[in-house]
């Protein structure tokens, strides 16, 4: 069904995604939260994994299917449940290939036609087998173009929200002033949660928030 909506034209295809990285300090009503907003807006988990650190800090990933006239929506409430620290939105026109698609579809169910009418007038068994092979090499192209059409329609009237949700004991700040190597790691002894990256900086932090976990 096609739609008008904002910068989105009559006709165009569009698979729209999202990426969000949310915290919360309490996760099991995060979680909760999130998926009675999902249903709210007519959506549902495609996927969902929970990951648990050595602290015992929770981390979830979560993929979420929104109609997609519901998309902005549901962003703007997900971040206003969760605390929001990252965002991404990007959006793909696949129109020339959705239309090019259906196009050949069509003309394979106007070749099949055309091949049974054959067929039903056929008298030689050379023709017959001939036109029956042919007939059934068309129906193949009919049933993976179609395939194709509802996936892109899938992806289309439907778009993905992948949602990765930390567990933590503090709220990152939205603003952080820009500090030096051991200032981060007196604070990684203090508050024992951050994200981890592969770096010298990140080693050190991980191993004073093991060592104060332990104590």
Request: net charge negative.
């Amino acid at each position: 069904e096609e739609q008008e909506s904002g910068s989105v034209v009559t006709g165009q295809k569009l698979i729209r995604t999202a990426w969000l990285e949310l915290e919360s300090t309490e996760f099991d009503e995060a979680v909760r939260g999130l998926k009675e907003l999902t249903e709210a807006y007519n959506g549902y988990f495609e996927t969902s994994s929970v990951a648990n650190y050595k602290g015992g800090a929770r981390w979830g990933d979560y993929a979420v299917r929104i109609p997609a006239e519901k998309f902005d929506a549901f962003l703007s409430q997900a971040g206003a449940l969760c605390h929001l620290t990252w965002q991404e939105v990007s959006q793909e026109d696949i129109s020339e290939a959705y239309y090019d698609t259906a196009g050949r579809l069509k003309t394979q169910q106007i070749k099949l036609e055309r091949l049974q009418e054959l067929l039903a007038k056929a008298d030689k068994m050379e023709d017959i087998i001939t036109l029956e092979s042919a007939i059934a090499e068309t129906e193949l192209q009919i049933e993976y173009l179609t395939g194709t059409l509802r996936k892109y329609d899938a992806l289309v009237d439907y778009a993905t929200v992948e949602i990765s949700l930390e567990e933590v004991y503090v709220l990152t700040e939205q603003e952080q002033p820009v500090i030096g190597f051991w200032p981060k790691l007196a604070e990684a002894f203090k508050t024992g949660t951050s994200r981890f990256v592969d770096d010298l900086e990140s080693f050190a932090l991980r191993f004073a928030r093991n060592w104060v976990s332990r104590l």
